[in-house]
């Protein structure tokens, strides 16, 4: 799946699972969350966008601030 490569480039590597949801805001632009869970009890959120105009390529970012619980535990 694309959105989790674009989030893979961001990430440590090692997380032991990964759950993506669909953004919320942020425009007309595709918005993921992508949950990324690692088996030392490590937990990080990615944002990864794709603009609104074709060919615009995919962002990825590590949130400051992830869920309280993340869904992949």
């Keep these: 799946m694309q959105v989790v490569a674009a989030a ?3 990430l440590p590597s090692g997380a ?5 949801d ?15 869970c690692y088996p030392d009890g490590r937990y ?3 944002d990864v966008f794709l603009g ?3 060919g615009s ?3 990825a970012s590590i949130r ?3 869920w309280e619980t ?3 535990r």
């Excluded at 032991?16 to 993506?20: G, L, Q, R």
């Excluded at 669909?22 to 990324?36: D, N, P, Q, Y």
């Design 8 to 10: 893979e480039q961001v």
């Design 16 to 20: 032991d699972s990964f759950v993506v």
């Design 22 to 36: 669909e953004g919320r805001g942020r425009g007309k632009a595709l918005h993921a969350e992508v949950h990324a």
């Design 44 to 46: 990080l959120l990615v």
């Design 52 to 54: 609104n105009l074709a």
């Design 57 to 59: 390529p995919m962002t």
């Design 64 to 66: 400051a601030v992830p």
């Design 70 to 72: 993340p869904p992949c």
